[in-house]
C-alpha cells in the first residue's frame, strides 16, 4: 500500500505504522518516539511526542482525522497521506509535549550520565523552548536503591515504560513496574529489591533518559569523552548475541553498551557479563570506530575529524574583573592580557 | 520507594478463604488474576483495613502472580490503604457538589472534634478522617463513607452522633 | 407527570427482592428475548434509538452491531457501573433499589450479543450495592433466569459483579476493561476497540448501568414506542442525577425534551433555588462537560428554549453550549466561586490521571496548581492567559477524554467567568476566605474589575 509523508511517497506492507514508515523515509519526517521501542512488544502510544496529522485517511475512506494520532501505534492504510514536519498543529502538540515532559523534569544535565545521548535533550534542543512558564514547586520522588548495577532516578524519569517491557519480555520475573498514578505514577520495586536478571542490564540501554544509568559508569566521563568502537566476543549467555559498543577513555573501556541505531534503539540486547563484567580490551575483539549521526554530540570527541584550534578572543581585561574585586579575592597575578593560544591581546 | 516499613498479623481464615474461593470462581480459571480486585478487598476487610507488603505478598501466592502486579495495583487504587488507618475512617466527599453543600466545614469541625489534621489517626487509633473524591451522592450532600456504608445529608449534629455512635461500638461498617 | 420507564416501579414496597420484582412483571424481557433472534432484539435497541447513558451519547444498537461474532471467540457483555463522574449518582439509584432490573436488561443484552459470560463492574466505594447486586444475582440464578440451559431455551448465561477500588478512570471503558482483567486503569489504546478485542482479548460490549435498564422496557413494548418519547434524536426517557443548590436534589426521570427551566423551577423535579439566592452557572451533565453562566441556562445564545435533550444542550458548541454528558446536574447559586469551583474539578482530574500519558499526567497538575494559586490570591494576570494555553495543549491530545475532561471545565470558566478569575488576581485580599461570595457576591463586586472607558 501506498502512504505519503511530508510529501514523500512510499509504498509498505499491511500493517506498517506511520512512524515505521517514516523511518524508511527517512530524515526529518521521522517523528521523534521517546515511548516506542520497536523491539519491545506493547510500547508506544504513551508520550504524544510522535503526533502526526492524517490529513486523508485512505482512498477507500478520505476523511481526514479529527486529532492527531500517535504515529507509533496508528497503522497506514492505502492512499493515507500524513503532515508531520509540515504541519503547524504537529509542530505545537511537539512543543507542547516537550513543555509538560519538561515542566517536572529536574533539568540537572550537567551531572546527569546521560547527557549526550538523551533523547530528552534532543527533544527539547528540537522543540524546546527556552523560558519556562512552571513556577511552581517540581515534583521529586524519594531515591530508591534498586542494586549495585543500575542506577535509578526517578526524577527524570519520563515514565516511557520501556524498562517495564525488558523486565516483562527479556526477564523471567519482573520484580518492578509502574507504582502509584497520575503525576506520582513512578518505576519501582515497591520494596526496593535489586534488579539483578542476566538480561536486567538491558533497562539502561532502553532508556530515553537519565532514569536509569549505569552504576559502573557513573560519573567516570562525559559521553562525549568516550570513544566508542564496535565490539565483540563469543558470548554463552543464551540469548546474548554478544555484540556491543565499548566506550573507552585511553585504553581504559569504561562502558559497555549494546549497540544502538540511528533512532536510538539497540540492534540487539546484551547480557550483564557482557556489559559489566568484561571491562578488559583483552575480553574484546574490537571491530572499529562507531558513528554516530552527525549532528551527535559524541562526535565533538571524533578522532577521524580534524579539531579546529579554538581561540577565545575577549575583549581587553574582561576576563580580569575589576581591580578592587581581585584584592578581595587574592587572585593570583596571572596575566590576562594573554589569550589562550599565548598571544597577546591587541592593546 | 518504601518509607516505613509497616507489619501486620497475617490470618486467612477458613471463611475468608472460602470467600476468595468463591469470587475466583467468577472468572474463567486461566483468568485467576482478574479477581486481584475484589481478592484485595475482602483481605483488607478481614486485616484492619489495610494490607501489608507481606500481606500483598499473600494475595500474589493466592492468585499465582507476582507481588509486583501486586503492588501495582494497590497503589493505583485509592481505596486500598498502604499503612495502619484508623479504626473508624471517615471519608469525606470533597468534590465540587458536596463543598457547595458545606462540606468542608463539616472536616473542619470533625478534625477539631477529633483533634487531628486530615489522614492522620487519633491517637488511640480510632479515627481517620480523610478528603476522598466524588463518591457519587451529590444529591445527598454533604456526606462521609464509614466502611461499606455512606452516611448522608450531614450536619454537625449527625456527625457528633456518628463519633459517639462509634465509640460506644454501636455501628455497623461491612456488609457482610 | 413525565412517563417513568426505569423508575416506573421504584416506590413499589419490596421491588428490591426477585418475588416483588417478578410479580411485578419483572423479566418478561427475558422471556420474550429467549424468543426472538439476536439480530431482532439489536434492530429493536437500534429502532428505539437509546443512546448510551454513561456521558457520550453513543447509539447502543449500533454498538451492540459493531461485536465481532464472526472470530467464534467467546463474547462478553459488560455493564459500566463505574459511576464516578461528579455530579452523577442515578446509576447506584437503580442498582440500590431496583436491582433486578439491571440484571434483567443484562440477561436480555447478553442474549441480544450472544455473550455467555457477562460482568457489571460497579465502582468500589458502592460496596453495599455490590452486595445488593451479588445477592440479586443469587436470587436470579436460584429461579433459574442464569446459569446453564436458561428457562429451558439452551441458552448459558453467568454473570457476576466485579468491584473496582477507587479510580474515576475505570469509567472509560478499556481502563474498565483492564481493572476487570485486575490491573492498573490505564486505558488503551484504540483501535482495537473492545468490539473486536476487549476483555482478555475476547470481543466486549461495554455499556452504562442506565442504558442496559432501558432494555428491558424497549423489548417488551417496542423500539418505536420508546422513539416515540422525547424529541428527533434525543429519545426515551433520562435519568438525571440533580445537586447544588436547589430545593430538592436527587435521581429524576425526565422525558427527553422537557425545558431546563421546567426541570430547575418545577415541584416535581428539582422544586427551584435552595434558596432565594439568584441562579449563577450550571452543569448539565457532570462535571466534564463546559459550565453554563446564568443567561445561557434557560435559553440558547439564539434565544430559543434550552431543553434537556443532547442537542439543545450543546446548541452553540462550546462557545455558548454544553452537553447532556451523563446527566449529572449541577446547580450554584451566586455564593458559588466559579474559580474555587474550576480548581476543585482540576484537583479532581489531577487526582483521577492515570499518568500513562503525557499531557494528562504533567498537565492536569499544572492546571491544578496555578488554579490554586489565584484561588489563594497569589495569581498573577498571565496565569489566565496559562491556563487558557495549558488546557488547550492537553485537549485532544491524549490517549483517553480524561483530558478532555479535565480540559473543557478549565476552557468554560475562563470563557464565560473571565471577570472572575481577573477579580481574584487583582484582589487577593478580598477573597481570603473560601466562602468569599457567600457576603459579597461577585455581582456586587464586578464593577471593579469592568474594563475602564475614559
Known amino acids: 500500500m501506498k502512504v505519503t509523508i511530508d510529501g514523500h511517497e512510499i509504498e509498505v506492507e499491511a500493517g506498517t505504522t506511520i512512524l515505521q514508515a517514516a523511518r524508511m523515509i527517512g530524515g526529518d519526517v521521522v517523528p521523534p518516539a521517546m515511548c516506542y521501542y520497536s523491539k519491545l512488544k506493547g510500547t508506544g502510544g504513551k508520550c504524544r511526542c510522535c503526533l502526526v496529522e492524517v490529513t486523508k485517511g485512505s482512498d477507500a475512506n478520505p476523511t481526514p482525522m479529527p486529532k492527531l494520532v500517535a504515529s507509533c501505534v496508528t497503522g497506514c492504510m492505502d492512499g493515507m497521506e500524513v503532515n508531520s514536519k509540515s504541519s503547524e498543529r504537529v509542530t505545537e502538540a511537539r512543543k507542547a509535549v516537550t513543555e509538560f515532559l519538561l515542566i517536572n523534569h529536574p533539568l540537572d544535565c550537567p551531572v546527569c550520565d546521560q547527557a549526550g545521548e538523551c533523547d530528552l535533550q534532543n527533544l527539547s534542543f528540537e522543540h524546546g523552548k527556552a523560558q519556562t512558564r512552571f513556577i511552581e514547586e517540581k515534583r521529586t520522588f524519594e531515591p530508591e536503591n534498586i542494586g549495585d548495577k543500575i542506577q535509578l532516578h526517578m526524577n527524570r524519569c519520563i515514565l516511557c515504560q520501556r524498562c517495564v517491557q525488558v523486565a516483562e519480555q527479556l526477564t523471567d520475573y519482573r520484580v518492578h513496574g509502574v507504582l502509584n498514578r497520575g503525576d506520582h505514577a513512578q518505576i519501582s520495586t515497591m520494596v526496593s529489591a535489586a534488579i539483578d536478571n542476566e538480561f536486567s542490564g538491558n533497562m539502561i540501554d532502553v532508556c530515553p533518559v537519565g532514569a536509569l544509568t549505569d552504576k559502573t559508569f557513573r560519573f567516570k566521563s562525559r559521553v562525549w569523552f568516550n570513544k566508542p568502537f564496535n565490539a565483540h566476543r563469543e558470548c554463552t549467555t543464551p540469548g546474548c548475541c554478544g555484540k556491543v559498543t565499548v566506550w573507552m577513555f585511553g585504553n581504559e573501556i569504561q562502558r559497555v553498551t549494546a549497540r544502538k541505531d540511528e533512532f536510538h534503539e539497540v540492534e540487539d540486547f546484551i547480557c550483564n557479563t557482557c556489559r559489566y563484567d568484561k571491562k578488559e580490551v583483552s575480553d574484546w575483539t574490537i571491530e572499529g570506530p562507531r558513528k554516530f549521526e552527525k549532528d551527535s554530540v559524541i562526535n565533538v570527541n571524533n578522532y577521524t575529524r580534524k579539531m579546529d584550534k579554538v581561540v577565545i578572543n575577549t575583549e581587553k581585561g574582561i576576563l580580569m574583573g575589576r581591580d578592587e574585586d581581585r584584592k578581595k579575592i587574592s587572585m593570583a597575578d596571572i596575566d590576562y592580557n594573554e589569550k589562550i593560544d599565548g598571544t597577546q591581546v591587541k592593546k | 520507594m518504601e518509607k516505613h516499613h509497616y507489619t501486620q498479623e497475617i490470618n486467612i481464615t477458613d471463611a475468608l478463604m472460602a470467600r476468595i474461593n468463591e469470587l475466583v470462581s467468577h472468572y474463567p480459571a486461566d483468568k485467576k488474576k482478574s479477581a486481584l480486585i475484589p481478592v484485595l478487598h475482602e483481605v483488607q476487610d478481614a486485616h484492619d483495613n489495610w494490607l501489608s507488603i507481606e500481606l500483598q505478598n499473600k494475595v500474589a501466592e493466592l492468585l499465582e502472580i507476582k507481588p509486583i502486579e501486586v503492588y501495582e495495583v494497590v497503589t493505583f487504587y485509592t481505596m486500598f490503604n498502604q499503612r495502619p488507618v484508623g479504626k473508624y475512617m471517615l471519608e469525606f466527599c470533597q468534590t465540587s457538589p458536596c463543598c457547595q453543600r458545606g462540606?468542608?466545614?463539616?472536616?473542619?469541625?470533625?478534625?477539631?472534634?477529633?483533634?487531628?489534621?486530615?489522614?492522620?489517626?487519633?491517637?488511640?487509633?480510632?479515627?481517620?478522617?480523610?478528603?476522598?473524591?466524588?463518591?457519587?451522592?451529590?444529591?445527598y450532600a454533604p456526606m462521609l463513607q464509614l466502611g461499606d456504608y455512606y452516611h448522608e445529608h450531614l450536619t454537625k449534629e449527625k456527625i457528633d452522633q456518628l463519633i459517639d455512635d462509634c465509640k460506644t461500638g454501636d455501628i455497623t461498617f461491612y456488609d457482610k | 407527570m413525565g412517563r417513568k420507564i426505569l423508575l416506573d416501579k421504584i416506590n413499589v414496597p419490596g421491588i428490591k427482592s426477585y418475588e416483588v420484582y417478578r410479580r411485578e412483571g419483572g423479566y418478561a424481557s427475558v422471556e420474550k428475548a429467549l424468543k426472538m433472534t439476536?439480530?431482532?432484539?439489536?434492530?429493536?435497541?437500534?429502532?428505539?434509538?437509546?443512546?448510551?447513558?454513561?456521558?457520550?451519547?453513543?447509539?447502543?444498537?449500533?454498538?451492540?452491531?459493531?461485536?465481532?461474532?464472526?472470530?467464534?471467540?467467546?463474547?462478553?457483555?459488560?455493564?459500566?457501573?463505574?459511576?464516578?463522574e461528579p455530579g452523577t449518582f442515578k446509576d447506584r439509584y437503580l442498582m440500590e433499589y431496583i436491582p433486578h432490573l439491571l440484571i434483567e436488561g443484562m440477561i436480555t443484552s447478553s442474549i441480544a450479543l450472544e455473550a455467555n459470560l457477562s460482568y457489571i463492574y460497579i465502582r468500589g466505594e458502592y460496596m453495599w450495592v455490590f452486595k445488593t447486586l451479588e445477592r440479586a444475582i443469587k436470587e436470579a440464578y436460584a429461579a433459574g433466569w442464569l446459569g446453564k440451559n436458561i428457562q429451558g431455551s439452551g441458552y448459558d448465561l453467568d454473570l457476576h459483579v466485579h468491584c473496582g477500588a477507587g479510580a474515576y478512570i475505570c469509567g472509560e471503558e478499556t481502563a474498565l476493561i483492564e481493572s476487570l482483567e485486575g490491573k492498573r486503569g490505564n486505558p488503551r489504546l484504540k483501535p482495537p476497540f473492545p468490539a473486536i478485542s476487549g476483555l482478555w482479548a475476547n470481543p466486549t460490549v461495554v455499556n452504562n448501568v442506565e442504558s442496559i435498564a432501558a432494555v428491558p422496557w424497549i423489548i417488551n413494548n417496542s423500539g418505536a414506542d420508546y422513539a416515540a418519547i422525547g424529541i428527533g434524536r434525543s429519545t426515551g426517557t433520562k435519568l438525571i442525577s440533580a445537586s447544588g443548590n436547589i430545593k430538592k436534589p436527587g435521581v429524576y426521570e425526565i422525558e427527553l425534551g422537557i425545558s431546563v427551566e421546567e426541570f430547575i423551577n418545577s415541584d416535581e423535579y428539582c422544586g427551584g433555588m435552595e434558596t432565594d439566592r439568584p441562579l449563577k452557572a450550571l452543569v448539565p451533565g457532570g462535571s466534564s462537560v463546559p459550565i453554563l453562566p446564568a443567561h445561557l441556562i434557560y435559553k440558547t445564545a439564539n434565544g430559543d428554549d434550552r431543553l434537556m435533550t443532547y442537542e439543545s444542550l450543546s446548541d452553540g458548541g462550546f462557545a455558548t453550549g454544553s452537553m447532556l454528558g451523563s446527566g449529572g446536574f449541577i446547580v450554584y447559586d451566586d455564593r458559588a466561586c466559579i474559580v474555587?469551583?474550576?480548581?476543585?474539578?482540576?484537583?479532581?482530574?489531577?487526582?483521577?490521571?492515570?499518568?500513562?500519558?503525557?499531557?494528562?499526567?504533567?498537565?492536569?497538575?499544572?492546571?491544578?496548581?496555578?488554579?490554586?494559586?489565584?484561588?489563594?490570591?497569589?495569581?498573577?494576570?498571565?496565569?489566565?492567559?496559562?491556563?487558557?494555553?495549558?488546557?488547550?495543549?492537553?485537549?485532544?491530545?491524549?490517549?483517553?477524554?480524561?483530558?478532555?475532561?479535565?480540559?473543557?471545565?478549565?476552557?468554560?470558566?475562563?470563557?464565560?467567568?473571565?471577570?472572575?478569575f481577573e477579580y481574584h488576581v487583582r484582589f487577593p485580599e478580598k477573597i481570603k476566605n473560601r466562602d468569599h461570595f457567600t457576603h459579597e457576591p461577585f455581582d456586587k463586586v464586578r464593577h471593579l474589575v469592568a474594563p475602564q472607558n475614559v
Open chain 2, 103 to 139: 462540606v468542608e466545614d463539616l472536616m473542619d469541625y470533625t478534625c477539631q472534634k477529633l483533634n487531628v489534621g486530615i489522614a492522620e489517626p487519633t491517637a488511640d487509633g480510632l479515627f481517620e478522617v480523610r478528603g476522598v473524591e466524588c463518591l457519587g451522592a451529590c444529591g
Open chain 3, 38 to 84: 439476536p439480530e431482532a432484539i439489536i434492530e429493536e435497541v437500534k429502532t428505539s434509538g437509546l443512546r448510551g447513558r454513561g456521558g457520550a451519547g453513543f447509539p447502543v444498537g449500533m454498538k451492540w452491531s459493531f461485536i465481532d461474532k464472526k472470530s467464534g471467540k467467546p463474547r462478553h457483555l459488560v455493564c459500566n457501573a463505574d459511576e464516578s
Open chain 3, 340 to 420: 474555587r469551583n474550576t480548581w476543585n474539578f482540576a484537583r479532581f482530574y489531577h487526582h483521577e490521571s492515570c499518568g500513562q500519558c503525557t499531557p494528562c499526567r504533567e498537565g492536569t497538575g499544572w492546571l491544578e496548581k496555578v488554579l490554586w494559586r489565584i484561588e489563594n490570591g497569589q495569581g498573577r494576570e498571565e496565569d489566565i492567559e496559562l491556563l487558557w494555553s495549558i488546557q488547550s495543549k492537553i485537549e485532544g491530545n491524549t490517549i483517553c477524554p480524561l483530558g478532555d475532561a479535565a480540559s473543557w471545565p478549565v476552557a468554560a470558566a475562563i470563557r464565560h467567568f473571565r471577570e472572575e
